[in-house]
């Protein structure tokens, strides 16, 4: 009996559209979410990632959570959502990474560990993320 060995990293469960499948594509399905219940990803991260407030924003998201109205693509959102600090840095950074990756932005804008690090190290509750979202539309308009 053969045994085939992967090189470090190549393990299917640590790709990043798999992490996004697993965590964030069971609400969010393959980026376009669900119409008056989940907002969609899909050609939005990459322009929230344009600047440092967008990927502190994003990073927020990802280690706290969201609660309570949002407008996304131009449309009302009132959904929860969970706090992934589960995820490592390194994970949660590689899935906004890939999200970033499918929008039409070239060079995508990455998301670091240490983006997530910051994030995870100033637990905030989801509300005040939402907060944050706010405020951030006003300085940068938001997809």
């Given amino acids: 009996m ?4 992967l090189p470090a990293g190549c393990s299917r469960h640590k790709s990043p559209h798999y992490l996004y499948g697993s965590n964030c ?14 907002p969609p990803l899909s ?3 990459d ?16 280690m706290n959570g969201v609660s309570g109205p ?3 693509a131009g449309m009302p959102y009132s ?3 969970p706090l992934f600090r589960y995820l490592s840095d390194q994970e949660a950074a590689t899935i ?9 932005t070239k060079p ?10 910051a994030a995870r190290a100033h637990r905030i509750s989801a509300g005040d993320v939402a907060e944050m979202r706010a405020k951030l539309d006003l300085q940068h308009p938001l997809p």
């Fill in 25 to 38: 594509g069971i609400c969010h399905h393959g980026g376009e979410g669900m119409a008056g219940a989940v």
């Fill in 96 to 104: 906004l990474s890939w999200l970033s990756q499918q929008g039409q």
């Fill in 70 to 72: 949002i407008r996304a």
């Fill in 2 to 5: 053969a045994v085939f060995m």
């Fill in 108 to 117: 995508a804008p990455e998301i670091k560990p240490e983006d997530i690090a």
């Fill in 47 to 62: 322009r929230i990632a344009a600047t440092p407030e967008g990927r502190a924003y994003l990073a927020a998201v990802l």
């Fill in 79 to 81: 959904a929860e959502m």
């Fill in 43 to 45: 050609g939005r991260i």
